[in-house]
């Protein structure tokens, strides 16, 4: 069965760091390419990056770009979201997301999310 | 950046009934378009990709079509599981888009 377990979330101040990660198991993570998509509280879904298979491939969302780093490591079956100075509309529930094949950008599995929530 | 619309925003519908969501983009994303069920504190669930192919697993009475900016989700004959907020997705260029979401409620 596949599996995906986000974790890392909790309260930061504004300005503040967090890691989140994304524990793989059920599947060859190596061989998909994995997304981190956000839903801030009430609100709709918001897709923010995607990493390619051999990470040689990123791309983000322009509200996030040079401050959050997608990267991943195939041989600890794991994805990472390094987010740098947060903001208050950076409050959300976040959630990893493998593509259905590689390269798809649609999402056929996703973890039950973890809720990052930035306030002073 | 690709905009996706859905409407309507809130459907009410009772079991059995067919419920129609429309989702339009704008501007052409030829087939490339995924559907989402999300019920509350839950991940989204895939439903549709390619516009109109049922994922594994998903009840036949869900169909999408469409092509070009038009999109509609059908749901032949409403379920109580049914009732829940419905996403549609464009991969046709990045960022990828949704759509702002349909709830469906029980009338």
């Known amino acids: 069965e596949v599996q995906l377990v986000e974790s890392g979330g909790g309260l930061v101040q504004p300005g503040g760091s967090l890691r989140l990660s994304c524990a793989a198991s059920?599947?060859?993570?190596?061989?998909?390419?994995m997304n981190w998509v956000r839903q801030a509280p009430g609100k709709g879904l918001e897709w923010i990056s995607y990493?390619?298979?051999?990470?040689?491939?990123?791309y983000y969302e322009d509200a996030v770009k040079g401050r959050f780093t997608i990267s991943r490591d195939n041989a600890k079956n794991s994805l990472y979201l390094q987010m740098n100075n947060l903001r208050e509309d950076d409050t959300a529930v976040y959630y990893c997301a493998r593509d259905k094949d590689s390269g798809s950008y649609y999402f056929d599995n996703w973890g039950q999310g973890t809720l990052v929530t930035v306030s002073s | 950046d690709i905009q996706m619309t859905q409407s309507p925003f809130t459907l009410s519908a009772s079991v059995g009934d067919r419920v129609i969501i429309t989702c339009r983009a704008s501007q052409s994303i030829s087939s490339w378009l995924a559907w989402y069920q999300q019920k509350p504190g839950k991940a989204p669930k895939l439903l549709i990709y390619?516009?109109?192919t049922l994922e594994s697993g998903v009840p036949s009475r869900f169909s999408g079509s469409g092509s070009g900016t038009e999109f509609t989700l059908t749901i032949s004959s409403l379920q109580p599981d049914d009732f829940a907020t419905y996403y549609c997705?464009?991969?046709?260029?990045?960022?990828?888009?949704f759509g702002g979401g349909t709830k469906v409620e029980i009338k």
């Open positions: 997705q464009q991969y046709n260029s990045k960022p990828l888009t």
């Open positions: 990493i390619s298979i051999i990470s040689s491939t990123k």
């Open positions: 390619k516009a109109s």
């Open positions: 059920g599947f060859t993570f190596s061989a998909y390419s």
